[in-house]
């Protein structure tokens, strides 16, 4: 092939090769912004979002006598969500008024105290089943995660009884911890 051939081809075809220079500069300027840009962005908010979990876990935390100040305080707030005894009745009321809030009828109650040695603590794990329509049964379970004592959601189970009804059994297990006399 000589250079007139080569002259002839890019006059009959300019509007291809300017189009494929225009692919290979948009190819080259992507990659440079990538390598030079892109990359390094990501690699600093990497970096500064490592640090902030670091911080947030409490790697990163002060002085023994700022985590025990922090523990103190978790500590508080968990005596004061634990129930009085007493307090017991008036708690499931309190459940089975929510059950009943979001339209659930609730069936099988059972509980089971255990005292937690060396703890002044009771626990007790309280069983039961709601059925309802599905979006009656999420708010309820979000009614549960929001209470405001100590408790545990232990495990949950969905059923449904008939294919047929839009109706499901939701099966919730918890463990409420209360608060022994004298504690």
């Known amino acids: 092939m000589n250079y007139e051939m080569l002259r002839d081809i890019a ?58 100040r922090a523990a103190e305080a978790d500590l508080k707030l968990f005596r004061e969500r ?10 499931l009321s309190r459940l089975f008024e929510d059950a009943q809030r979001n339209a659930l009828s609730l069936k099988q109650v059972s509980y089971k105290p255990t005292v937690v040695k ?14 309802g329509h599905y979006g009656s049964v999420k708010s309820f379970i979000a009614d549960l995660t929001r209470t405001p004592e100590m408790v ?14 839009e109706r499901i059994d939701l099966r919730v297990q918890i463990t409420a911890y209360l608060k022994t006399e004298g504690a």
């Open 152 to 165: 545990t959601l232990d495990s949950v189970s969905l059923m449904n009884p008939s294919p047929t009804e």
């Open 82 to 91: 634990v129930l009085d005894k007493k307090s017991f009745p008036a708690f």
């Open 11 to 68: 006059r009959a075809k300019r509007g291809a090769l300017l189009l494929l220079g225009l692919i290979l500069f948009g190819s080259l300027a992507a990659w440079g912004y990538g390598a030079f840009v892109a990359e390094p962005a990501l690699d600093r908010a990497q970096n500064e979002l490592a640090a902030a979990r670091r911080n947030a876990s409490g790697a990163a935390a002060g002085t023994p006598a700022a985590r025990y």
């Open 118 to 131: 060396d703890q002044g603590l009771l626990s007790y794990d309280i069983g039961f089943t709601v059925s």
